[in-house]
């Protein structure tokens, strides 16, 4: 198997800290700057698991870097360079402590409650009668809490401001880019022959201006359907062909594993984590539209020292 990024320990000229999240590590530069590394872990249900995903990171922080360019018309974002295909440099924010999650179909985590009778995700209601993998009238905002450690919590807009979490003033402005990112993502998502499912993004501030922060439209952070066949397998109840991270969740749960107390992680075989290599790159070049080129492993840890150092030096 490749090479794989399971864990950084660099040490950085001015380096303050280093954060080591379920699949990033990032490091303060003089409280101005992020490193931010996309490892190869990989996580689901809040757990990591236990091997790393051959290219993992360079996908994603392609594809998040190629996104963020992408969108800086909409609202700034914290992004400055990638000198590394694993890394980004970027802006040091104050995160807002939630995550904007958006919704255009019902599946997933919100079908599964669906299923067992709730008719309402984070104070927004959803209509009787919906089939899994529909798509609401209009896309809903269901935000979270973004916890350090453990799962994130829903949470309504009124609890996020009563809490003075966000203030309304923020909050508003955070809703109004996130639907107009929703919106440009699924265009751009429709011109590759992809449906943009749902995706979640994270903002800070830094001097009083918000900017979009960490990866966006990524298959860590968001699901797509494949638009060819779509409205077919909903007539025919079929599930739907998609690119995402749901198949690893999908394959733990029917290998008795969902993130709880006392569920040991299956056994990861070289095949399947093979497959999942794959299916990362097969999403880079589906919404992306260029060939994946995976970047050279031999002495990734050295070569990824190499690029920041000498990028912290300009």
Same mark, same amino acid.
């Not at 689901?44 to 992408?70: H, T």
């Not at 979640?200 to 494949?226: M, N, V």
């Not at 995402?244 to 399947?272: C, H, I, Y």
């Given at each position: 198997?490749?090479?794989?990024? /399971?864990k950084?320990?660099?040490?950085? $000229?001015?380096q303050?800290?280093?954060y080591?999240?379920?699949?990033?590590?990032?490091?303060?530069? !003089?409280?101005?700057?992020?490193?931010?590394?996309?490892?190869?872990?990989?996580?689901?249900?809040?757990?990591?698991?236990?091997?790393?995903?051959?290219y993992?990171?360079?996908?994603?922080? *392609? @594809?998040?870097?190629?996104?963020?360019?992408?969108?800086?018309?909409?609202?700034?974002?914290?992004?400055?360079?990638?000198?590394?295909?694993?890394?980004?440099?970027?802006?040091?924010?104050?995160?807002?402590?939630?995550?904007?999650?958006?919704?255009?179909?019902?599946?997933?985590?919100?079908?599964r409650?669906?299923? &067992?009778g709730?008719?309402? @995700?984070?104070?927004?209601?959803?209509?009787?009668?919906?089939?899994?993998?529909?798509?609401?009238?209009?896309? +809903?905002?269901?935000?979270t809490?973004?916890? =350090?450690?453990?799962?994130?919590?829903?949470i309504?807009?009124?609890? +996020? +401001?009563?809490?003075?979490?966000?203030?309304?003033e923020?909050?508003?402005?955070?809703?109004?880019? =996130?639907?107009?990112?929703f919106? !440009?993502?699924?265009?751009?998502? !429709?011109?590759?022959?992809? /449906?943009?499912?749902?995706?979640?993004?994270?903002?800070?501030?830094?001097?009083?201006? /918000?900017?979009?922060? $960490?990866? @966006?439209?990524?298959? $860590?952070?968001? !699901?797509?359907?494949?638009?060819?066949?779509?409205?077919?397998?909903?007539r025919?109840?079929?599930?739907?062909?998609?690119?995402?991270?749901?198949?690893?969740?999908?394959?733990?749960?029917?290998?008795?594993?969902?993130?709880?107390?006392?569920?040991?992680?299956p056994?990861?075989?070289?095949?399947?984590? *093979?497959?999942?290599?794959?299916?990362?790159?097969?999403?880079?070049?589906? /919404?992306?539209g260029?060939?994946?080129?995976?970047? $050279?492993?031999? *002495?990734? +840890?050295?070569?990824?020292? &190499?690029?920041?150092?000498?990028?912290?030096?300009?």
């Amino acid at each position: 198997m490749n090479n794989t990024v /399971i864990k950084t320990n660099f040490s950085f $000229d001015g380096q303050k800290s280093l954060y080591k999240g379920k699949v990033r590590d990032v490091y303060n530069i !003089r409280d101005q700057y992020l490193v931010m590394i996309a490892t190869d872990r990989i996580s689901a249900f809040d757990v990591v698991l236990p091997r790393g995903i051959p290219y993992k990171g360079q996908v994603l922080n *392609q @594809i998040a870097a190629k996104f963020l360019d992408a969108t800086t018309d909409i609202v700034p974002n914290w992004k400055i360079d990638t000198p590394d295909p694993m890394v980004t440099v970027g802006i040091l924010c104050e995160p807002f402590p939630v995550e904007m999650i958006i919704r255009g179909y019902l599946t997933g985590s919100s079908w599964r409650s669906y299923s &067992k009778g709730a008719r309402q @995700i984070c104070g927004v209601p959803i209509p009787d009668g919906m089939k899994e993998h529909q798509a609401f009238p209009q896309p +809903i905002i269901t935000p979270t809490t973004k916890a =350090t450690q453990g799962h994130d919590e829903d949470i309504s807009k009124e609890e +996020i +401001i009563d809490q003075g979490l966000v203030s309304k003033e923020d909050y508003e402005q955070l809703e109004k880019y =996130t639907a107009a990112l929703f919106e !440009r993502g699924s265009v751009m998502a !429709r011109e590759k022959g992809l /449906i943009l499912v749902d995706t979640k993004y994270e903002f800070g501030k830094r001097d009083g201006k /918000i900017y979009l922060i $960490d990866e @966006i439209h990524t298959p $860590d952070s968001s !699901r797509y359907f494949y638009s060819e066949g779509y409205e077919e397998r909903q007539r025919k109840g079929e599930p739907q062909k998609q690119l995402s991270k749901e198949f690893v969740r999908e394959w733990l749960m029917a290998n008795g594993f969902q993130g709880q107390t006392g569920q040991a992680v299956p056994e990861m075989t070289d095949a399947f984590v *093979q497959q999942v290599s794959d299916r990362y790159i097969e999403l880079y070049e589906s /919404i992306t539209g260029e060939q994946f080129h995976k970047a $050279d492993s031999a *002495q990734v +840890i050295a070569r990824l020292e &190499k690029n920041i150092k000498d990028f912290l030096k300009k």
